[in-house]
């Protein structure tokens, strides 16, 4: 038996006295899944044995809830479309100590999860990723791949290069990571969304590589280069603009300034020479210009405030449950157990 095995199937001892293992909930968010998510469930009860498995039907019109409640899962459904509604709501209504997120068409393996829950509680960290690693090469097609990495490389240029794969659906969580999340996102961009999440509130968090493996017969993949790429760089746009609005006005404020410069340097170098201003509309312009580069400056600085306060209170949110491994089961804020 190995050593994460050991882990999830055996309980603790400490002075004798027995503990209970932490509750661990599966959430499979499924929209037409039926040919992969039987088999999703069917694997992750094999993988995590003591696990809940839950599965969000978001509007199917196939058979997909009833293969998830054939193969055991517990199945819920979803009637605002998108993922980032989803994962909103599973964030919401289920309550466990550890979380695993993984898609529904089969293309993880729920073999890999014993070992990322393992990292997550022995290094008391808040998310694990699992990064793709492509096993056929319909799996991971080469723009997907491409736009993974230019998304991923502008997310840790702009917040800090923390994880090699942004955009992957199959994560482990802790229960201060889910309870301190907002989930604003409504579809596919959920995923910059977690990423983002925990770099800004600077939470342990680590990668593990996974095989990532081809869909099954009769199951189709949902997201669409560009459409969703598009969707995404939306995202990040408006995650700058709210967590970085210092950094985001300024520049907007130095590109106005330099407009306001570029229209007003052959005015001041027409009157030094001439001592006339032949050009009053484009001199007005170029003064509201500036005058909007100034308010711009200020802006950043004011909204920079507001985001510092409500960073403040997102951290002291995610303090009130205690670390992964600290306090099994965590039902609650810290210092809370069940017995």
């Known amino acids: 038996m190995t050593a ?10 400490e002075d004798a006295v027995l503990k209970p293992l932490p509750r661990i909930a599966v959430l499979i968010p499924c929209f037409n899944e039926a040919a992969a998510i039987g088999n999703v469930v069917l694997d992750f009860r094999q993988a995590l044995p003591g696990a809940e498995i839950y599965v969000y039907d978001n509007n199917s019109v196939d058979s997909t809830a009833s293969q998830a409640r054939a193969a055991g899962a517990i199945v819920r459904s979803e009637a605002q479309q998108g993922k980032g509604h989803v994962v909103r709501r599973m964030f919401s209504d289920i309550e466990a100590d550890i979380y695993v997120l993984v898609d529904g068409d089969q293309t993880y393996q729920a073999s890999a999860a014993p070992a990322m829950i393992a990292m997550l509680s022995a290094g008391s960290l808040d998310m694990v990723t699992g990064t793709r690693k492509a096993m056929a090469a319909a799996a991971y097609r080469r723009g997907h791949r491409f736009g993974n990495r230019l998304l991923t490389g502008l997310v840790a240029w702009i917040f ?3 994880t090699k794969d942004m955009l992957s659906g199959y994560r482990a969580f802790s229960r201060r990571f889910v309870k301190s999340f907002p989930a ?12 983002v999440h925990a770099l800004e509130l600077r939470m342990p968090m680590a990668d593990v590589d996974t095989e990532y493996l081809d869909r099954p017969p009769g199951s189709a993949s949902k997201l669409n280069t560009f459409r969703d790429g598009i969707r995404i760089l939306r995202m990040i746009f408006n995650l700058v603009k709210e967590e970085r609005p210092f950094q985001f006005f300024a520049a907007l404020a130095a590109l106005l300034a330099l407009t306001s410069i570029g229209l007003f340097w052959p005015i001041l170098v027409e009157f030094l020479a001439t001592g006339l201003v032949p050009r009053f509309p484009t001199a007005i312009l170029a003064t509201a210009i500036m005058l909007s580069a100034i308010l711009s400056f200020f802006v950043g600085l004011i909204l920079d405030t507001v985001t510092l306060g409500r960073r403040e209170m997102k951290r002291l949110n995610y303090l009130r449950f205690p670390a992964p491994g600290a306090s099994w089961p965590g039902n609650g804020p810290a210092g809370e157990t069940s017995h």
């Open 4 to 13: 994460t095995e050991s882990y999830l199937k055996t309980e603790y001892r």
């Open 184 to 195: 604003l996102s409504r579809g596919f961009e959920i995923e910059t969304e977690l990423t």
């Open 160 to 162: 800090g290069s923390r």
